[in-house]
């Protein structure tokens, strides 16, 4: 059986990505090592052991083929990553409470309810909650 172990998400600033995904969204640092030369190596994951052998990798989104993939992706309004939630309209409350920027708030897409923020580190991630 294959599992995804690893995803990762292009940041225009590590250590910044890694202090929102933390503080705002309420991840656990699973992994933080200095390489050298300001360059950080930081792997979060959900908290309480909820996917304890799932880790989102903050790469540095530093160079021409991850700035103009985030560039691209941020322009046309297309989230770089997707996370569900159990409460989405409550989620939504608490992070707009934190200051988190909503393009779209919650509302319905298909199957599930969806709402895109923006990361502060140059993405649009989605909050996704089935129906029913």
Do not use: W
């Amino acid at each position: 059986m294959i599992k995804v172990a690893m995803t990762g998400v292009y940041v225009d600033d590590v250590a910044r990505a890694h202090a929102f995904y933390t503080d705002v969204l309420g991840f656990e640092t699973r992994t933080r090592m200095d390489l050298g030369d300001g360059v950080l190596f930081v792997t979060v994951g959900a908290p309480e052991g909820a996917q304890p052998d799932l880790q989102l990798l903050l790469e540095p989104g530093q160079g021409p083929i991850a700035e103009s993939y985030r560039r691209a992706l941020y322009e046309a309004g297309i989230p770089c990553i997707v996370f569900s939630v159990d409460d989405l309209a409550a989620e939504h409350r608490r992070l707009s409470g934190l200051g988190v920027r909503f393009p779209h708030g919650p509302r319905e897409q298909g199957p599930v309810l969806a709402a895109v923020f923006d990361d502060t580190c140059g993405n649009l991630v989605q909050l996704v909650q089935p129906k029913g």
